[in-house]
């Protein structure tokens, strides 16, 4: 085999297994988002009523955009303002999570709540982890 031929067919050797791995990866938000979030939040992230919060266009989320990260790995207590309704639970934070989990966590809210309404990236959340209070 010439070597040309296996420059080709290794490249697409590599391009077989690194697709593999983020089509594995793809879903890893949503698993995340299950784990950690649906069980106050609701798969549908619609919250309890007068009790959590809603996540499904968020203006809280929207609002605080620059500090989700911190708010889900540290927690938050205290009253918030969402969406015109007023909460006082105190959430839990879960320091185990690594900001590539944030970063899934908060794109899948992007994606399926619209909430943030722009996806954030791995370098923002790094540095929403870095400057947390």
């Not at 798969?43 to 009523?49: A, D, F, I, V, Y």
């Not at 266009?57 to 918030?80: H, T």
Request: glycine share 10%; hydrophobic share 35%; charged share 20%.
């Amino acid at each position: 085999m010439s070597l040309p031929a296996k420059s080709i067919l290794l490249a697409c050797f590599l391009g077989i297994l690194l697709s593999a791995c983020f089509t594995e990866r793809g879903q890893e938000g949503e698993l995340l988002y299950g784990r950690h979030c649906a069980s106050c939040h609701l798969e549908n992230g619609e919250g309890l009523r007068g009790v959590i919060p809603p996540l499904v266009n968020s203006d809280y989320v929207e609002k605080n955009r620059d500090l989700l990260a911190c708010l889900i790995k540290k927690g938050i207590q205290g009253p918030i303002l969402v969406n015109g309704k007023q909460y006082n639970q105190a959430m839990p934070g879960n320091p185990q999570l690594t900001e590539a989990d944030l970063t899934n966590i908060i794109n899948y809210l992007h994606k399926e709540f619209k909430s943030p309404q722009q996806r954030v990236s791995f370098g923002e959340i790094r540095e929403q982890v870095k400057n947390c209070p």
